[in-house]
């Protein structure tokens, strides 16, 4: 593809507008976007959810739904040697632009698991790409569908190319989108959130495999991502995106360097880092993107700014402005030169609280096991899934504990375990009681219950946890009722709780569903506090939610751990996430704990092989990156069948013939950290990832 | 798929044992027997039978012996000589009141239900594809006074309407002449002249919850992302929504077959009582009333069976439609 003509646009989005419908009632969900995306180059488009990302990816393929509305504005395609087609005139049925989709311009959709349907194998999904375009015969079309499987690094494509979705990991399934659509040899690449549902190391190598691809087709690219480290992995263009509108869009150095929209500057300021000083507090945007039913007029992004100007930002919205060459932002308040004026009000600097170390922990985990028999029939053997296969641990109090690892290690069944949703296999959970250890584990359910007031859980999808015939009172009060407590004493709590988290009492008739994903969050959070616990567990708490809402939760949980001396066991695959909020952190890998150690410490040298693997994943919005990195290769081993010796050695590049005979023990070694491995990384060398930022 | 099979056959046994003999003791479980209620019937003919009479006439028909004991009976009977009993209501072995009457109930339900289906599925798809169009509309209002109205009083309603104004009266499934006659060309006809209104009746209220089942399911998939990536793909509307959202509607619909042979047996007891078919629905309402205990039984046994028959049926399609039921069970099997 030599003659392809680099950086020309290849597609250019003008001033377009999309409503919707809603009975006789119009919304508009893109207010005036306008963007190019260039050959050869990748356009990121960023913004929280519901700003209206998706809607124009889908605006681009006119594949919106029946109730939404092309308004003004053009879709500019510029194929090689071809007039220009403004697609927003097609008619969406028509055959124009079915040749254009998935021939031009493919599109790689936000969950694989469901663009992809379980009734059809992968193979023939591809492979019907290439005979609706052009007479390819069955056969051609699985030659070449298999040849694309190969290409994104399916293994054993021959075979998987007859596999369904659902027999797929969710790598394997993003590779089989990625396939599909890339084999129409599309010149525009639309990806949508490609990676958000995967795996740190299982992205980064997704994010290689789609540069990979770009460069050997030439195509342009249009990423959508709500993850700003994941734009300065991708990007060489950025557009910001609020509320239908691009507030901000430049070469992406410049745009992470130096943000000139108040909403960009809050984008970066709320994301905690791996890397940087540790805040105690992070920035937030406070409130959250509202519906397109109450689009304010004026700046849509006036009610959550800090630099807002009443009597102006309220009245027009601001025009795009050009900053300089290919830079543009839209804000009132950028000066003449268009930096942004007034200072930004920065959170206040609490002093980090420590916890105290010298009194006795409040949890204690030992040797804890949960294995789970799965399938088996009349004459089938069951498997073994060997879940939780020995951990142990101490939580202090008023002391968080992180715990990480990919998918399918086990993170989810530790804190169920714990909490005494499934009885362990094995092992001990003492909690201590009046300066006596209970073993929870050994306690029959009757007994049990008593201490369920001390240990609480917040879930990561709050909505699925709550009956949605309840209300919130009802919610909040539930577990003081089933304790027995009296109605005025429980209607106190459910208000005092409420307080805490920030909610307004006169939300609590209100059923959950009405609430934003945040909101719903800091009701989870109000119903673990309400019955006084000592420890909560916290199972991906922030993963659902965006930046911004994410720091709200976060500041909100370090407040209440202060002023309540709570634990926390907080689990999350984000690493960013459990450096910022934990004293220290367990990684956990096919069950096990491999590295157990103070924050700062595991994250400046991280000595087990792992634990380095996965700092290596992790992206950050820092700008002259995109060195080449040691990935991660190969998947979490199936929990039925682990591999003999240490459970890593298949992935690990440091493996003896030791790794592969004996598993390793986990051992101290040296200031107060745990490591199970036969070759741990020296201490003092630092990671790459540290360098000063 | 076949062990998946054999495993279902393995459990038809013991369901039907139980089966028949929970059937044997509803039958008998109100107070007297056939020869009570036949004596009953015989007095309120001035014909008084005295206890000797009926202790005789229980003895020919072996109701004198224990339940436990006629059960037995009846069960090695009708396994070792296929022999289903008697019925006395109608003088006659209860294999030859129910095989005239199968041939009959099986075409009526058959093709009703082909009928239903043809017409109802394309409506349903069509409704939700087109939602909120005019036809959408029609067919939706339609539907729901078609599952609001009683089925008997729609039959009750056609008859009269007919009645007056043809003057004929359209009950049953035969003209009066061709009621007794042998098969023929004219009686086939005949049959004919007569379906279409217990179809109408009975399809117009299976139609409306088909189309309402299947506007609702596909209303569901039209929402779901591989529409939308269908389209992406280039495919045209017309297959992209067959292949990904009308199949995948589909399953929920499939699932919910097991119970389609119980129906094309009973078919709707009522209305066939109303429009005087000689289907099986009537006959087992009957021997019931009348206690007519083995004819009721073997009903009943058979109403179970096709029940079985009708799950497993269901089950099968489903997973051939479905690969991940299917791939479950190859799964098992392969590990086996
Ligand atoms: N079919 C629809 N009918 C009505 N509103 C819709 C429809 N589809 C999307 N919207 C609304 O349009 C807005 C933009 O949605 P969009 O899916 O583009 O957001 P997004 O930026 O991709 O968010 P996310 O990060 O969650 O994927 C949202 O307010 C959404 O609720
Ligand atoms: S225009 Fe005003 S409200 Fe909008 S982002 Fe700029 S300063 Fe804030
Ligand atoms: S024990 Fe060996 S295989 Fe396991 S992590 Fe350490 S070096 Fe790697
Ligand atoms: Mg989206």
Known sequence: ?693 | MLRFILQRLLWVPPTLIAISVVAFAIINLPPGDYVDRYALQAAAQGDVMTEAQKEALRITYGLDAPIPVQYVRWMSDMLLHGNFGWSFQHSRPVAEVIGERLGLTAILSIVTLTVTWMIAIPIGIYSAVRRYSIADYVFTSLGFFGLALPNFLLALALMYALFVFTGQSVGGLFSSQYADAPWSLGKVLDLLAHLWIPILVLGISGMASIIRTIRANLLDELRAPYLSAARAKGLPETWALLKYPVRHAMNPFVSGLNDVFVHIISGETIVAIVLGLETTGPLLFDALRNQDMFLAATLIMFLGILGMIGTLFSDVLLAWLDPRIRRQFTLVERRA
């Open chain 1, 1 to 693: 593809m030599a003659e392809v003509l680099h950086d020309t646009p290849f597609l250019e989005v003008r001033d377009l507008h999309v409503s919707f419908a809603e009975g006789d009632r119009q919304f508009t969900a893109l207010d005036g976007v306008s963007f190019q995306v260039r050959r050869g180059r990748t356009l990121c488009l960023v913004g929280e959810s519901g700003c209206g990302k998706s809607l124009t990816a889908k605006a681009i393929l006119q594949v919106m739904g029946d109730n939404a509305r092309i308004g003004q504005g053009g879709i500019w395609l510029c194929r090689d040697g071809r007039e220009s087609i403004d697609i927003a005139a097609l008619d969406p049925r028509g055959s124009a632009i079915r040749s254009i989709r998935g021939n031009d311009i493919a599109m790689i959709y936000q969950e694989p698991m469901s663009a992809l349907s379980p009734l059809y194998t992968i193979g023939d999904q591809i492979s019907e790409v290439l005979r609706w375009h052009g007479n390819t015969s069955r056969s051609e079309a699985r030659e070449e569908a298999i040849a694309v499987l190969r290409a994104v690094g399916m293994p054993a494509p021959e075979k998987r190319f007859d596999a369904y979705s659902f027999e797929l990991s969710g790598g394997q399934r993003q590779r089989a989108m990625i396939a599909m659509a890339l084999v129409g040899r599309p010149q525009l690449l639309i990806a949508d959130e490609p990676t958000t549902a995967l795996d740190v190391t299982t992205q980064a190598v997704i994010l290689d495999l789609l540069r990979e691809r770009q460069q050997a087709q030439g195509m342009a690219m249009l990423f959508i991502t709500h993850d700003l480290g994941v734009v300065s992995e991708v990007a060489d263009d950025v557009a910001v995106m609020y509320m239908g509108r691009i507030v901000e869009s430049g070469p992406v150095a410049e745009v992470l360097s130096d943000p000139r929209h108040p909403y960009t500057r809050g984008l970066l300021a709320s994301r905690p880092s791996v890397t940087g000083r540790r805040r105690d507090r992070l920035e937030t945007i406070p409130g959250t993107v509202p519906h397109l039913h109450n689009r304010p007029s004026g700046c849509a992004f006036f009610a959550r700014c800090g630099h807002r100007r009443p009597g102006e930002c309220d009245r027009q919205a601001p025009p795009p402005r050009q900053l300089a060459e290919a830079r543009q932002a839209a804000c009132w308040a950028l000066d003449d030169e268009g930096h942004l004026q007034a200072a930004e009000t920065h959170a206040p600097a609490v002093a980090r609280r420590k916890p105290d170390y010298t009194c006795p922990p409040l949890l204690k985990v030992r040797g804890l096991k949960k294995h789970f028999l799965q399938g088996g029939g009349l004459f089938t053997k069951p498997r073994r899934v060997r879940s939780l296969d020995g951990v142990s641990f101490d939580i202090w109090p008023g002391e968080t504990l992180g715990l990480v690892g990919e998918s399918g290690c086990g993170k989810s069944t530790l804190g169920q375990t714990v909490i005494g949703l499934h009885k362990p296999s094995e092992g001990k959970v003492f909690l201590s009681n009046k300066g006596h250890d209970v073993d929870l584990a050994a306690l029959p359910p009757a007994a049990r219950r008593r201490h369920w007031r001390d240990i609480r859980m917040v879930f990561q999808d709050p909505n699925g946890s709550f009956n949605p015939r309840l209300t919130v009172y009802d919610i909040l009060a539930e577990v003081l009722s089933v304790a027995g407590e009296s109605r005025p004493a429980i209607a106190s709590r459910v208000h005092e709780v409420m307080r805490m988290v920030g909610l307004d009492t006169a939300y609590l008739d209100r059923h959950a569903h009405a609430f934003s994903g945040g909101q719903r969050q800091r009701i989870g959070i109000a119903r673990a506090l309400a019955s006084r616990p000592r420890l909560i567990i916290a199972d991906e708490p922030v993963s659902a939610l965006d930046v911004s809402v994410q720091a709200q939760i976060l500041n909100l949980l370090r407040d209440l751990q202060a002023e309540l001396g709570l634990s926390y066991l907080f689990i999350s695959h984000d690493l960013s996430v459990v450096r910022h909020i934990s004293d220290r952190v367990a990684v956990m890998y096919a069950g096990q704990v491999v590295e157990l150690a103070p924050t700062e410490e595991l994250f400046s040298a991280p000595r087990h092989p792992y634990t380095r693997a996965l700092l290596n994943s992790v992206l950050e919005p820092t700008v002259a990156r995109r060195t080449e990195r040691q990935r991660l290769a190969g998947s979490v081993p199936d929990p039925a069948a682990f591999p003999e010796g240490c459970r890593f050695h298949p992935r690990c590049s440091l493996a003896s013939d030791e790794c592969r005979r004996t598993p390793p023990p986990l051992a101290a070694s040296g200031s107060g950290r745990d490591v199970a491995c036969f070759h741990p990384l020296p201490a003092a060398v630092p990671v790459r990832l540290l360098e000063p930022a």
